[in-house]
């Protein structure tokens, strides 16, 4: 039975629905470190708390899973061959044990390259990916298949159906994440999807993952050719160049002419860019505060233009900025951008799979000091920090929109009462994004933004007496790595430095509201600049 609609400021709710794209998918750094217990509890936080639905990882197939055996290993002696190369899944199945335990779902992504079937070895990451086109396509399509089989036996068909499989991540950058040609990875993507498809016709496969929109013409070839970033590195506003995606369109036409299935495009949005100059030197570029919702805006066209027009879109990668050394992401500047983002593009995308849930990330070898610009909402030691709240708030919203404005929305929730999220990105940030940075001190030219912002609105058609809960997330509350930085930034925490900090961390602004005896809510609560806040129903 349809609820009556709620009166709002003198007018009916919407009554729209709101999909929950933030909570879909989550983002992690390799298959190797979700074996760990810090990783694994991070990861049940996530699910119990933010709504995490699926996550999705680098390394499946990398030799630090043991996954592709030619040989019985060497130890103290040189390692024995075996006749003929063998499967074993013993690290993978602890991995997707403990997710699927927690009641989530993996996001398969196919890669990389175990060192036995790669043509070049050691190309990224301290961890050191192997990033290349298979010597032998047949033996990698073996692996496959006998990965996923293995998965079916396991977990069954009908729950390895629910599993979306990338191929590949970012193979047009080359030659970090692909060391062969754009049509080596088309390549690829055909052998892979085929050989998924004769498993079974429902597994969902899509690609190509490729990297950010660019201005110019560096992957329009095989290649990407930095001679032609200069005029997107010098241009005096990077806002008026033709942003567009990357291999979207050729992969699209590869795939319709070899008649070969695309359940889901999948593309990685920053609202950065690096481009090197005239001189060679590179320069990070910031794009506008609605970089996100334009570019995705632009994939739907493509999609909806395409021969695969009820294709999904997922964007598998997603966050402030591309580096894991980037201090803004330890912010609350960057927990109000994702909340602004993240509620401008609900209705583009089937997921926006922020880029990643916890510090538990290596890429670079493991981060020096406790916050030191790691994507995750939690640092290593588990630390919520401000991007952990805003996500618990999105979390809490409803599937219904009952009213959204430019600063926020309230939503209806299964029990008909209201659940809602408002922030203050500053007026006076224009269309500016919040950046990067590389100290703390650095983002902390974003601390005198303003003005404060009021938020008014009346709720009519609520249970009388109902009381919500008010949580406000600012620069005073819950601004941990502000705690930490005037602590002097200590490198090494002390286990009653974490717990101290623990503690600030989820130290919100917290009040309660009630619904009068009219069954009107009235809220009238001014926002500090960069604030963001929530509103729900405590249990009745």
């Known amino acids: 039975m349809t609820s009556p609609a709620l009166i709002i400021d003198g007018a009916p709710s919407v009554e729209a629905p709101l999909h929950h794209v933030w909570s879909v998918c989550l983002g992690a750094g390799r298959a190797n470190e979700a074996l760990r217990a810090d990783w694994q509890d991070h990861f049940r936080e996530a699910v119990s708390t933010l709504g995490a639905r699926h996550v999705r990882f ?8 043991f996954v592709y055996r030619a040989s019985r290993g060497g130890g103290f002696g040189p390692a024995t061959p075996l006749d003929k190369p063998v499967f074993t899944f013993a690290y993978v199945d602890k991995v997707f044990d403990a997710i699927l335990d927690t009641g989530a779902r993996p996001f398969v992504e196919l890669g990389f390259m175990p060192v036995e079937l790669a043509t070049q070895t050691e190309t990224v990451f301290w961890w ?13 399509t073996d692996l496959v298949t006998a990965t996923v089989r293995h998965w079916i036996d396991r977990y069954g068909l009908d729950e390895v159906r629910t599993w979306p499989f990338e191929v590949w991540n970012e193979p047009n950058l080359v030659p970090h994440f692909w060391t062969g040609t754009r049509t080596e990875y088309f390549a690829l ?4 999807a085929t050989a998924l498809k004769a498993i079974d016709a429902e597994l969902k496969v899509g690609g190509p993952s490729s990297s950010v929109f660019v201005p110019d013409s560096r992957y329009d070839g095989e290649y990407h050719d930095r001679s032609v970033e200069a005029e997107t590195a010098e241009a005096p506003d990077p806002d008026v160049l033709p942003w567009k995606p990357v ?20 593309t990685h949005l920053y609202p950065t860019d690096y481009a090197f100059d005239t001189q060679g030197a590179g320069r990070s570029i910031s794009r506008n505060r609605d970089a996100t919702r334009n570019d995705l805006r632009v994939m739907r066209r493509i999609i909806a233009d395409s021969p695969y027009p009820h294709a999904e879109l997922h964007v598998t990668e997603w966050s402030t900025s591309p580096s894991s050394r980037d201090l803004m992401h330890d912010t609350v500047f960057a927990a109000t951008y994702i909340v602004r983002a993240f509620l401008q593009s609900h209705d583009l995308a089937d997921s926006i799979s922020y880029w990643t849930f916890t510090d538990v990330f290596e890429e670079g070898g493991g981060g020096i000091g406790p916050f030191h610009g790691g994507f995750g ?29 430019d600063h926020g929305i309230i939503t209806r929730t299964a029990d008909d009462a209201v659940s809602a999220v408002f922030f203050n990105y500053p007026e006076s940030m224009g269309s500016r994004s919040v950046g990067d940075a590389t100290s703390y001190a650095q983002t902390l030219r974003l601390a005198g ?3 404060a912002r009021r938020i008014r609105h009346s709720i009519a058609g609520l249970v009388p007496g109902h009381v919500y809960a008010v949580e406000i997330l600012d620069q005073i509350h819950g601004n941990v790595t502000e705690a930490w930085h005037r602590r002097g930034e200590p490198l090494n925490l002390s286990r009653e430095q974490v717990a101290e900090l623990m503690m600030i961390a989820d130290d919100l602004d917290r009040s309660t509201i009630a619904v009068g005896d009219d069954g009107v809510l009235h809220i009238d609560i001014t926002l500090d600049p960069w604030a963001v806040m929530s509103i729900s129903q405590l249990t009745p």
Not at 189 to 192: G, L
């Open 58 to 65: 680098h390394g499946l197939f990398h030799d630090d899973m």
């Open 128 to 140: 050191k990916a192997h990033c290349s086109p298979p010597n032998d396509m047949a033996a990698w």
């Open 189 to 192: 993507y055909e052998a892979t």
């Open 247 to 266: 291999w979207i369109n050729e992969f699209i036409a590869y795939c319709a002419e070899r008649d070969l299935p695309i359940d889901f495009l999948s």
């Open 377 to 405: 909402f939690v640092n290593e030691n588990g630390i919520h920090k401000p991007t952990f709240h805003a996500m618990a708030m999105l979390n809490r919203l409803g599937r219904r929109i009952a009213l959204q404005t």
């Open 449 to 451: 933004e303003g003005p």
